[in-house]
């Protein structure tokens, strides 16, 4: 606590000048539901419980995620698939075919939106929107101009903020539900390509999505489209992070080691936004386009992204993304990340020591070593070390660089080769409980939803979390610096950043005993500091989650309504899931895994374990049947 002051001081003295502030005590109760709200919860596999009314605000307990909605203005139903289902006499469907390959008709996104505002809005507190608002850039008889691009991600903004405003007042970014979204790498132009800003697609952006940015985030926003949402005042909020900087795609952009590079710079900024968090016991979502992953991030970005959620693990609830279309979970081992780094900053001769890892022992056993004439900037005042000792673990580490996806129109291809993959990478390979660490420490999760784009089912999922305990938090009152000046210091932070940032070396060989200068690497979590939400039961913890589909088929032919139905819940028959902590997330990763281990070991395989994974295929493609089509 003393050092957070001392953070918060030196941060006021020498960076800007704070103010204090106090926040006015809330009113907190509990809201009545009514039988009409509960059937209505009941109808939707959703837990029943009364909303938390603070002031003015109800806490519901429960989010949507909704990503990959892909809205083709183009789309003529009856139209040839083969063509994109722009021309041609053909068969595309009123709401857009699973699997066929082409983007959404505006049908389909009207409906879902309507959807949601009919059956989700007065029950969630905010709503994850995950990027990829235009249409792909796949026919070539109808190319993408800039101004399609920022017309559409406007038209689409423009209904999001229609369904979700508040009525009630004339402020535009008072929202009925929060709307965090983030940017696709098929809402710039050409895709994939994001230079650093601030550009002129910063400032459209920041323009198109003016009613979800804060006002105190305009420089911020203009330097990476990234930045930081608070949900509930002083307890919960959201990162938006601009994962474009970390995708290997993107030509712009070369790796997270180097100073002058946006990757870099966002992991400065979300290292002070994080150490602000953990100051005033806030916890966060991180959410964004791109899941990280071998194939999706550039190495150097990924094994820093793996080793913040680490090191924050008491502050960060978990990750939020899509761009894949497939519906999964991504176990990221932090052991495997500090290897990663450790390996890549080797000296010439080979002799280079680790990074402790194992600090979920929490031994505080560390050779102290000098960092006094080493020159670190005023803000950053940690003295920790690291204990130095060689990996003598026969783990093998998974992390290395793949090729990258290709993300194109036409029948996906290869997907369950893909889901074969994290089986046998990922799944299988999740350490036993004793190298995991008690609450599965170890490791972090990303968890991708179902898109709307039908390149499987149309899918949608809400999120439930933990809400007990969440009056007594917010019946007392907290006495921080206010965001508009936070933030106003963090531009200053990063202005200086830039100023001393001024080489373009990436850390490598010479500077191993100097980690601390690179401002990307965490200092370790406090061993005093409790573990957050993701890892043990207590306010924020996400509980479960339902998902929910549109069928298509049935709906084209005329059997069913539009309509998303419920597809499965974490608690269902199969997945039996009592919490999403991530122990939970890990058991479910080793049952899936085993029967891969158990045929390399030529071991009996588990049948129920083999059903469990066709069950989970059968999710991944979100009903669609993909699986046992024969695409790979
Ligand atoms: C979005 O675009 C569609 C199709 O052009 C149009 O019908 C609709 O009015 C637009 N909506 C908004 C809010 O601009
Ligand atoms: C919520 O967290 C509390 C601890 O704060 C725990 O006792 C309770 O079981 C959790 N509820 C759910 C639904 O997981």
Redesign the pocket.
């Known amino acids: 606590m003393i050092k957070i002051l001392i953070l918060i001081g030196i941060f006021c003295t020498y960076i800007y000048h704070c103010s204090f502030y106090r926040d006015a005590v809330n009113e907190v109760s509990l809201h009545p539901l009514t039988d009409v709200y509960t059937q209505q919860l009941q109808a939707l596999n959703l837990t029943v419980r009364s909303p938390i009314r603070v002031n003015k605000q109800l806490i519901h307990g429960r989010f949507l995620h909704i990503t990959d909605i892909h809205p083709d ?1 183009y789309y003529k139903e009856g139209s040839n698939v083969d063509q994109l289902c722009h021309k041609g006499e053909g068969t595309s469907g009123k709401y857009g075919d699973a699997i066929l390959g082409c983007d959404s008709p ?1 049908i389909l996104m009207a409906e879902t939106i309507k959807w949601i505002e009919r059956n989700l809005k007065d029950k969630i507190d905010f709503i994850i929107w995950t990027g990829d608002n235009v249409r792909h850039d796949n026919d070539r008889n109808f190319p993408r101009t800039e101004l399609n691009i920022f017309d559409m991600n ?2 689409v903004s ?2 999001m903020y ?1 369904a979700f405003k508040n009525p009630d007042t004339s402020n535009p970014r008072n929202l009925l539900v929060d709307l965090i979204p983030s940017l696709g790498n098929n809402d710039v132009y050409p895709h994939n390509l994001f230079a650093p800003g601030p550009t002129l697609q910063t400032r459209e952006m920041y323009k198109i999505w003016s009613p979800f940015i804060p006002q105190n985030q305009l420089h911020i926003f203009n330097r990476g489209a990234y930045f930081f949402r608070e949900i509930i005042p002083n307890q919960l909020a959201i990162l938006s992070i601009n994962t474009l900087y970390l995708f290997q795609s993107n030509p712009l952009v070369d790796n997270c080691d180097r100073k002058k590079d946006p990757g870099y710079k966002l992991f400065e900024w979300l290292g002070v936004v994080l150490k602000e968090m953990r100051a005033r016991n806030m916890k966060v979502w991180l959410s964004g386009h791109v899941p990280p992953n071998e194939k999706n991030y550039d190495i150097s970005c990924l094994r820093k992204y793996i080793i913040w959620t680490y090191e924050f693990r008491d502050v960060i609830i978990g990750g939020l993304y899509g761009h894949m279309n497939i519906d999964h979970f991504i176990p990221l081992d932090a052991k495997a990340a500090y290897k990663s780094l450790k390996d890549s900053r080797k000296d010439k001769k080979g002799k280079a020591k680790g990074l402790d890892f194992e600090s979920f022992e929490l031994d505080d056993d560390y050779d102290d070593i000098d960092f006094e004439d080493i020159e670190i900037p005023d803000f950053e005042i940690d003295i920790e070390s690291n204990q130095f000792d060689d990996e003598s673990e026969d783990d093998e580490v998974t992390l290395k660089q793949q090729e990258p996806m290709k993300i194109l129109g036409g029948t996906p291809r290869n997907k369950v080769g893909y889901l074969e993959s994290l089986r046998e990478e990922y799944y299988a390979s999740i350490k036993k409980r004793s190298k995991s660490g008690v609450n599965g420490e170890r490791y972090s999760i990303a968890h991708v939803t179902a898109s709307v784009i039908p390149t499987f089912n149309p899918g949608l999922r809400v999120w439930e979390y933990n809400t007990t305990g969440l009056d007594t938090l917010l019946s007392t009152s907290s006495n921080y610096e206010s965001w508009d000046s936070f933030f106003e210091g963090v531009d200053k932070y990063m202005e200086y950043l830039d100023s001393v940032d001024d080489n373009d070396n990436p850390y490598t060989a010479f500077d191993y005993f100097t980690f601390k200068k690179d401002k990307t690497i965490p200092s370790k979590k406090p061993a005093n500091i409790p573990l957050g939400p993701a890892y043990t039961d207590q306010t924020f913890s996400p509980t479960r989650y339902t998902q929910y589909y549109a069928d298509l088929s049935a709906i084209n032919k005329g059997d069913k309504p539009f309509n998303y139905e419920y597809e499965y819940s974490t608690d269902d028959k199969h997945y039996k899931m009592q919490s999403l902590l991530v122990n939970d997330w890990l058991k479910l990763g080793r049952k899936l895994g085993k029967p891969v281990k158990d045929k390399q070991k030529g071991t009996k395989v588990d049948k129920k374990l083999e059903t469990l994974w066709g069950k989970y295929l059968k999710h991944s493609f979100i009903d669609s049947d993909y699986e046992n089509l024969g695409y790979g």
Do not use: M, P
């Open positions: 203005l505006i406007q038209n423009d209904i229609e």
